[in-house]
């Protein structure tokens, strides 16, 4: 089993409904991230959680919400989708106890909104 | 914030030969720099991680180096092959939270 997974692969919805991505980790680390992906933009932050309590906005929050329901999982959701958050989601990992692993990332989920 | 840029977007070279992709930044107080490999609509694979402390870290044809001081960190790849071909990138982190991304390298390695 991967270390991250994340649920579902792929997911095409309608604009205005609410759709929930979510993540789950079996690294034991403190620290989970959500990022969107669009072409020649990079990767940018949405939100973070640092644990369980703890919940921070990203560079682009804007129209997301997220849950950390345990350490292991965090989930992205989006209250009313619009076709412009059409683009690649991946959810990371991060161990605040050490600076050696950096960031593990999940597969990704493609979303698009039509 | 950290700005992150990768020159070129684009690479291509005959397999075998050596490359050096590069990446700068506009913050020297970096905290962690790390290079990934992304293939095509496919997830993040870790490849390198730079502590600000080091200067480089090696595994097996990858090298990756960081100069603060001019706020450039390089991926040397050696020997390269098709199976190089991917998109790299990297990600710089300031306080070990959160990673600042740039857009990547597209690179191509013609057998």
């Known amino acids: 089993d991967a270390d991250v997974t994340q649920t579902p692969r792929n997911r095409i919805t309608k604009t205005g409904k609410r759709i929930m991505l979510e993540c789950s980790q079996t690294?034991?680390?403190?620290?989970m991230y959500w990022y969107r992906q669009d072409p020649g933009l990079g990767l940018r932050l949405i939100y973070y959680?640092?644990?369980?309590?703890?919940?921070n906005k990203g560079e682009i929050s804007d129209g997301y919400s997220v849950s950390r329901q345990a350490q292991a999982k965090f989930s992205l959701s989006l209250e009313s989708a619009i076709p412009n958050q059409t683009a690649l989601y991946f959810c990371?990992?991060?161990?605040?106890?050490?600076?050696?692993?950096?960031?593990?990332f999940g597969s990704g989920t493609r979303l698009t909104v039509v | 914030k950290q700005e992150v840029t990768q020159i070129p977007a684009a690479l291509s070279v005959p397999e075998g030969e050596n490359l050096v992709l590069n990446c700068s930044f506009t913050?020297?107080?970096?905290?962690?720099l790390q290079w990934f490999r992304q293939d095509p609509g496919k997830g993040l694979t870790s490849l390198l991680l730079?502590?600000?402390?080091?200067r480089e870290q090696t595994s097996g044809r990858l090298n990756a180096s960081l100069d603060k001081s001019s706020g450039r960190s390089t991926l040397y790849i050696a020997a390269s092959q098709p199976g190089d071909s991917a998109t790299y990138l990297c990600?710089?982190?300031?306080?070990?939270?959160?990673?600042?991304f740039g857009t990547g390298t597209s690179l191509t390695v013609i057998p």
């Open positions: 690294k034991g680390h403190d620290r």
């Open positions: 913050d020297s107080a970096i905290y962690n």
């Open positions: 990600a710089a982190s300031k306080s070990g939270n959160q990673f600042y």
């Open positions: 959680s640092f644990d369980v309590k703890d919940i």
């Open positions: 990371a990992t991060s161990d605040s106890s050490s600076g050696a692993e950096g960031y593990t």
């Open positions: 730079i502590q600000s402390s080091q």
